[in-house]
C-alpha cells in the first residue's frame, strides 16, 4: 500500500478520533516502538515519511523484512510489535506452494497449500528478538483457510497442539479448525467422580478436562478482520520469546482433513489476558 492510501485507513488505526487531526510529532514519537529505527532500516522497502504521525501509520500497517520472509506491523491496542513468518518458511509437514490470495491481501508472495499426511501439522519457527516487544505475552496463531470454505459438515476438525520451545517440550492444547458455535460450547458436569467427555467426537481420540477450558486451553478458529482469512491460536500464550530462538508445534488429529488447507503463515500477537 502507498503513502497516498494511508488516509483510508485511520480510522482503522485510531480509536479516539480526536488523535487523527494532531499532528504533534512528539505525541506520535510516543506511540512509536522502542528502537523504532530499527525497524525502519529492516524494512525492504523504504519507509518513507515526513512525520512521526505518518511513520505510525506506516508501521501499523505493516511491512515486510528479511528477504519477504517476515511480516512486522505495530498493535494500535497496545503500541507493541506483532510479526508474522511465511508458510512455506516454516511448515516441515507435505505442502506445495501457491499463489492463490488476492496480491492486496496475501503478505507473502506465495502462501502454502497443505497435502494429506499421516503425520498431521507441524512447522518450526526460527525466532529472533526483533519479533516481540520484551516483558509482554504472545500468543502465536495459525493463519489459513480452507479452499472454497469447503469444510465437511458434520466433521470433527479437533487436533491437539503440541509445542517445543528450543526443543524443550511445553504444555499442549485442544484446536479447533472449525468456527465456535453455541453448540460447540462445552458444558462439563462431574459425573461419578469424573468430568463426562461423551460428546467429544471418538475419532479425535482426546480427553478433554474442564482445566483446559479455564484456561484457554481449547481454541477454536475465528475469521480474521480482512475476511478473508481465519486463525486459531496453537499454543498458551507464552512470554520470553524474545530470549528463545525456536518454537516447534505439531497439530495430530484426524490429518486427512488437512488436505488443501491453505496456510498463509505463523503471527504473533501480544497477549493481555494472560
Not at 511480516?71 to 512455506?88: D, E, F, P, V, Y
Not at 512447522?123 to 529472533?128: A, L, P, S
Not at 478482520?225 to 497439530?251: R, S, Y
Request: with cysteine; glycine share 6%.
Amino acid at each position: 500500500m502507498q503513502h497516498e492510501d494511508i488516509e483510508g485507513f485511520k480510522s482503522l488505526l485510531i480509536s479516539d478520533e480526536k488523535d487523527i487531526d494532531n499532528d504533534d510529532d512528539e505525541y506520535w514519537e510516543k506511540k512509536l516502538p522502542d528502537g523504532y529505527q530499527h525497524y525502519i532500516e529492516m524494512s525492504d522497502k523504504p519507509l518513507n515519511h515526513t512525520t512521526k504521525k505518518e511513520l505510525y501509520f506506516l508501521l501499523c500497517e505493516g511491512f515486510l523484512a528479511d528477504n519477504g520472509h517476515l511480516w512486522l506491523s505495530l498493535c494500535k491496542s497496545t503500541g507493541m510489535i506483532c510479526s508474522m513468518l511465511s508458510a512455506t518458511d516454516i511448515l516441515t509437514s507435505r505442502y506445495k506452494r501457491v499463489d492463490t490470495l488476492p496480491k492486496s491481501k496475501n503478505r507473502f508472495t506465495e502462501v502454502a497449500e497443505v497435502s494429506n499426511s499421516s503425520g498431521g501439522l507441524s512447522f518450526t519457527c526460527q525466532i529472533q528478538s526483533h519479533m516481540f516487544s520484551p516483558q509482554y505475552a504472545y500468543a502465536c496463531y495459525l493463519v489459513f483457510k480452507f479452499e472454497n470454505h469447503d469444510m465437511r459438515p458434520n466433521k470433527s476438525y479437533m487436533f491437539r497442539a503440541y509445542y517445543e520451545l528450543d526443543d524443550i517440550q511445553q504444555d499442549s492444547c485442544l484446536v479447533d479448525l472449525k468456527h465456535r458455535t453455541e453448540m460447540d460450547i462445552p458444558t462439563i458436569n462431574p459425573k461419578y467422580g469424573s468430568h463426562d467427555t461423551s460428546y467429544i467426537p471418538r475419532t479425535e481420540a482426546l480427553s478433554l478436562r474442564k482445566c483446559h477450558i479455564e484456561h484457554g486451553l481449547f481454541c477454536w478458529a475465528e475469521q480474521r478482520e480482512d475476511g478473508l482469512m481465519d486463525e486459531v491460536m496453537v499454543c498458551k500464550p507464552l512470554q520470553g520469546l524474545e530470549h528463545h530462538t525456536t518454537l516447534n508445534v505439531k497439530l495430530l488429529g484426524d490429518s486427512d482433513r488437512l488436505g488443501g488447507m491453505i496456510v498463509e503463515g505463523v503471527e504473533f500477537r501480544p497477549y493481555l489476558n494472560f
